[in-house]
């Protein structure tokens, strides 16, 4: 699983990089999804046993050797080796390929193989009855198989139902993706975008990606704003004193100015008034 395992397409992770943030911010493995799988170990790890006690150690048709320790532990983990190899290879891998299926084999395979071998060459003792137990004895017993064969169902009923619920109620950006992938429309779409994003990133000593276009846009932009601010300056005074000197002076001259005129015109009336008496 840790090596063969891929949750979404490469052309969608390329599409949508955004996606990546997932491991930046340790949303794949935190206290939370710890926690979750150890939930579900241990209710799984209970429904596998007391469906085991239920089914089969405490039945009163199952008698002998048939149902003895050693035929229910059997039974225990050889459901327990099962539900593992199923879910680690199968329900919890996105990416099926025929190396999960072969590994899922061997590794079911291989348990069964090993008992055979020990209910071969194992040597009886006063607790476990091992040897021909598997080929002979609760091994050819259809309620053995039929019991084994209940308790699968329930624990992988039980994993679907959760992880149903799960996507349905929490679903996260993954699932979301997992979904549009299934739309070929949107799955081309994201081919076609992560394609041309590799042939940007091929021919970028020829050719300028659409980032590098929007960057010297607004670098451009910068430059044409802070001309415009200069030359706006370049019409005003150097500095703040020499404005308000300039607009002093100007004051100051139409204060004279209007005072110059008050003076002739008083001058003139005034003027006139002698001239009339001297007359």
Same mark, same amino acid.
Request: net charge negative; with cysteine; charged share 25%.
């Given at each position: ?9 490469? &052309? ?13 911010? $340790? ?12 939930? =579900?170990?241990? &209710? ?7 469906? =085991? ?12 050797? !048939?149902?003895?320790?050693?035929? =229910? ?17 199968? /329900?919890?891998?996105? $990416?099926?390929? /025929? ?10 395979? *291989?348990?069964? +193989?090993?008992? =055979? ?7 009886? $003792? ?13 091994? &050819? ?7 084994? /064969?209940? /308790? ?7 994993? @679907? ?32 975008? &992560? ?7 091929? !021919? ?13 846009? +607004? ?7 802070? *001309? ?24 100051? $001259? ?6 110059? @005129? ?18």
């Amino acid at each position: 699983m840790g090596i063969f395992e891929k949750d979404l397409a490469a &052309s969608t992770l390329l599409a949508v990089p955004e996606l990546y943030t997932k491991g930046q911010r $340790n949303r794949g493995f935190n206290f939370k999804v710890y926690f979750g799988w150890m939930f =579900m170990a241990a &209710s799984e790890a209970m429904i596998l046993y007391f469906c =085991m006690l239920g089914l089969y150690g405490q039945v009163s048709f199952t008698h002998g050797n !048939d149902n003895d320790l050693f035929a =229910m532990g059997d039974m225990t983990f050889t459901a327990a080796v099962i539900v593992i190899s199923l879910k680690m290879q199968i /329900i919890e891998m996105h $990416n099926k390929s /025929i190396t999960a299926g072969i590994s899922c084999f061997c590794s079911i395979g *291989g348990w069964f +193989l090993w008992n =055979m071998i020990l209910a071969a060459t194992y040597s009886n $003792n006063v607790i476990y009855h091992v040897r021909d137990a598997f080929l002979h004895g609760f091994g &050819s017993s259809i309620l053995w198989w039929l019991c084994l /064969i209940l /308790i699968l169902i329930s624990v992988v009923a039980f994993e @679907l139902s959760v992880a149903s619920v799960r996507r349905y109620l929490f679903p996260q950006e993954e699932d979301t993706f997992e979904e549009l992938e299934r739309d070929l429309p949107i799955r081309r779409r994201f081919e076609e975008a &992560s394609a041309m994003y590799l042939q940007q990133g091929w !021919d970028r000593g020829e050719r300028k990606s659409s980032l590098e276009v929007e960057r010297e846009r +607004l670098e451009q932009e910068q430059a044409d704003r802070e *001309g415009h601010v200069q030359e706006l300056l370049k019409n005003r005074p150097e500095t703040m004193e020499e404005a308000n000197a300039a607009a002093a002076r100007k004051s100051l $001259n139409e204060e004279r100015g209007r005072r110059s @005129l008050e003076m002739q015109e008083m001058l003139s009336k005034r003027f006139g008034s002698v001239r009339r008496e001297r007359q």
